[in-house]
């Protein structure tokens, strides 16, 4: 396990910020202290490009003309898995003979080295992302975090052991099977696999173009929400980019497959960590409801065995005939299969599909969200040379179907078999529902484990709750909600800083209120509008406004804006912007973002 340094107590995005904004240290110190981790870590194969000193630093030194408060990964460090494109570094797709050097970065690498976050290397994966296992990579089989014999799972390996071992605060991978999942429940870290074109895969290379995700691996589900903050966006530049908004969960029943439809491949000890966390589910008050997965399961099996498998041929299969030699057996054996099915079988897999779709409603009408195993089980990575495809298919039993059927899910863990191996589970829920699953995600997980990826380092505690509207006023203090410029990051937060304000959290009103982008600026402003029908939960911050400051913020408050009573969705009610009706007839309903940061991300081109 690794060490803790004397700098920091972890990565932890929020802890490196609070230690930025401190003094305690600087992003030199931290990525200092990364780099000379990395140089003493076992070896467990999770690098293919490792940045030179000279080279990190470099992006170090740029931070030093840039103000922490308007970077929101200011100084924290990452790693890329290496079929994504970092701008003058060599992308293989674990595969050396296909290496090419991208002139730009990957749009969702762009945007994080926009928000200051720091770059180390490229990480290692199964070849052309074809595996969950992490041992089809000729640059070395990615060995698991707490046990070096079994497998760290794929094909994101790599970036998921990179971020479990302390070498990064968060890692990019992708997710077409179940890449960005399986890697993360073998590693007890969370795994991010948000919806279908939430983030760019422009700069990745493909496996399955219609269904790839990039991924997000990180210690704890608040990281990832700010990762995820910072890489979604709608992209002009790729055809599968959507503008999306954000889906409430409310998170009271939660489905599970029929007993008789769970495999867990003779682990009784995965059954029994299972088994346990439906259990905690229920205690904190979620209703279990037995679901028929048939049209789940069904639908897995058509990615590698129905017509789906054709796509990664598409993507690579030029490459794999002219070079057949450059590719690993097993990976050739899988693609260049894929040129067998016919145009009138890719008609007929796509029908069944959607009958398959239309049959997973009756489950969707009983739940808000699914609960199933990341995996069944876990294997030795001589059982897995044993046995390289058929071991391989048993770990997408539960995650093949996810984006065949448009689902968002987060891979959580949930305890730890007798051996000391970890085990995960998955949140699976409709599309554009990623952040309330990373709300539920981080109780679970809080409940589950006590210590996160295989640091050693302890969970976090839990944020202390948010003083009620009446304390904040006895002691002095005015709660404020904000939903636009003034929320951090955003450019007029410094108003509330300099006012001495206090972040209290981050909520959602009432699902009472349309969002409009008003007119005018910069900045541009946000109009939250009370509606009688129709409305939506918004995403707001509390801050406490000191009283005395009060009357000289209300001052610079222009209209058609205004400071009244917000409905919050606890059913509290707090001062914050309001709208006049009358100016959302002139304004761009946004209500379907989520909130201001939704549609300002969607808003923002890629960087060139």
Request: with cysteine; hydrophobic share 45%; aromatic share 8%.
């Amino acid at each position: 396990m690794s060490t803790v340094d004397p700098t920091t107590d972890t990565l932890l995005i929020e802890d490196l910020l609070a230690g930025y904004r401190s003094g305690s240290f600087s992003p030199a110190d931290i990525i200092e202290t990364v780099m000379a981790r990395a140089d003493r870590a076992p070896e467990r194969h999770v690098w293919i490009t490792r940045l030179t000193r000279e080279v990190v630093m470099s992006h170090v030194r740029a931070l030093e003309r840039r103000s922490l408060e308007e970077m929101p990964l200011y100084g924290i460090p990452f790693v890329i898995k290496d079929n994504i494109d970092l701008a003058g570094v060599p992308t293989t797709a674990g595969c050396p003979g296909y290496a090419y050097t991208a002139e730009r970065s990957a749009t969702v690498v762009q945007r994080l080295l926009d928000a200051g976050a720091i770059p180390l290397g490229k990480t290692n994966l199964d070849q052309f992302a074809t595996g969950l296992v992490g041992t089809r990579s000729p640059y070395g089989a990615c060995r698991n975090s707490f046990q070096g014999d079994y497998i760290s799972g794929g094909s994101s390996s790599g970036s998921a052991v990179a971020v479990a071992t302390g070498l990064a605060s968060f890692s990019l991978g992708t997710d077409t099977a179940g890449s960005g999942r399986v890697p993360a429940a073998y590693n007890n870290i969370i795994g991010l696999k948000p919806s279908i074109g939430r983030l760019s895969t422009r700069g990745v290379v493909p496996a399955c173009r219609s269904l790839d995700c990039v991924s997000i691996f990180a210690l704890t589900a608040p990281d990832a929400a700010m990762v995820l903050d910072v890489t979604s966006g709608f992209d002009p530049e790729d055809i599968y980019s959507r503008r999306l908004g954000f889906a409430d969960v409310r998170a009271r029943r939660f489905g599970v497959p029929q007993r008789d439809q769970l495999q867990f491949f003779g682990d009784v000890e995965y059954a029994r960590l299972f088994d346990a966390a439906v259990a905690r589910l229920e205690s904190g008050g979620c209703i279990r409801v037995e679901i028929d997965f048939g049209p789940f399961l069904e639908a897995a099996r058509l990615l590698y065995e129905g017509p789906w498998i054709a796509e990664r041929y598409a993507a690579v299969g030029a490459f794999i005939d002219a070079h057949p030699d450059a590719v690993l057996p097993v990976t050739r054996r899988i693609i260049a299969g894929a040129v067998k099915p016919s145009a009138v079988e890719a008609f007929q897999g796509i029908y069944r599909l959607r009958g398959l779709r239309r049959a997973s409603e009756a489950a969707w009408s009983k739940v808000d969200f699914i609960l199933t195993p990341t995996a069944g089980t876990v294997y030795q990575s001589t059982a897995i040379d044993a046995d390289p495809i058929g071991r391989n298919a048993t770990l997408g039993y539960y995650t093949n179907f996810m984006n065949l059927f448009e689902l968002a899910g987060v891979a959580v863990p949930a305890g730890f078999r007798a051996d000391g191996l970890p085990f995960g589970i998955t949140l699976v829920g409709p599309d554009t529902s990623e952040r309330a699953l990373l709300e539920i995600a981080d109780t679970l997980q809080r409940e589950a484990v006590a210590t996160l990826g295989a640091t050693g380092w302890r969970m976090p505690p839990r944020p202390a709750p948010a003083p009620a509207p009446a304390a904040a006023a006895a002691a002095g203090q005015i709660a404020l909600a904000v939903c636009g410029a003034h929320m951090q990051g955003l450019p007029l937060n410094h108003q509330l800083q300099e006012r001495n304000a206090v972040f209290l959290r981050r909520t959602r009103t009432a699902p009472s209120y349309r969002l409009f982008a008003l007119p005018g600026g910069p900045p541009r402003r946000p109009g939250l509008v009370r509606v009688p029908a129709g409305g939506a939960a918004i995403e707001v911050e509390v801050w406490g406004i000191p009283t005395e400051h009060m009357g000289s913020f209300l001052a610079g408050v222009g209209a058609p804006l205004g400071i009244g009573k917000v409905e919050l969705r606890d059913g509290s009610q707090v001062c914050g912007f309001i709208c006049e009706g009358h100016a959302a007839a002139t304004a761009e309903d946004i209500t379907a973002f989520g909130g201001w940061r939704g549609f300002i991300a969607a808003a923002t081109p890629p960087a060139p």
